[in-house]
């Protein structure tokens, strides 16, 4: 099994533990014990803001030890301009194009999300989790 993106929705419910999600996402990653689970730098800040705002340390400090255990992919040039083509072709917001082009650019195998809108853009790419 090769790379899996992990978009922010999916590592806030890992993370947060708010609800069932996050055990559908421990199960799923269980099940997909081979791959390679991946984030980039955009997934760290968005799962930062909330911790920072709320001046919350305990889980700034979950965040951080959690984004040791994921490799970190780059984000050159090149996602950047991937992500214009998929905003101007399918309507994306900027982060969630950037979320797309980057788990294209890194032929990861699947990215992980709770997002339908990803679907169609990522041709097949993107997973809804919990399925």
Not at 6 to 24: A, F, P, T
């Amino acid at each position: 099994m090769g790379l899996i993106y992990l978009d922010s929705c999916v590592l806030i419910y890992l993370v947060e533990r708010r609800s069932k999600l996050g055990d559908d996402v421990r199960q799923a990653m269980r099940k997909a014990s081979q791959a390679l689970f991946c984030v980039s730098p955009l997934v760290k800040l968005e799962c930062t803001v909330g911790p920072i705002k709320s001046a919350d340390p305990v889980l700034q400090r979950a965040y951080t030890a959690t984004f040791d255990n994921f490799e970190t992919l780059s984000m050159p040039e090149p996602v950047y301009l991937q992500a214009a083509q998929l905003r101007a072709r399918f309507g994306l917001r900027t982060p969630d194009a950037l979320h797309v082009a980057c788990a294209q650019h890194h032929r990861c195998e699947a990215l992980w999300t709770n997002d339908n809108r990803l679907a169609k853009a990522s041709h097949g790419l993107a997973r809804k989790l919990p399925s």
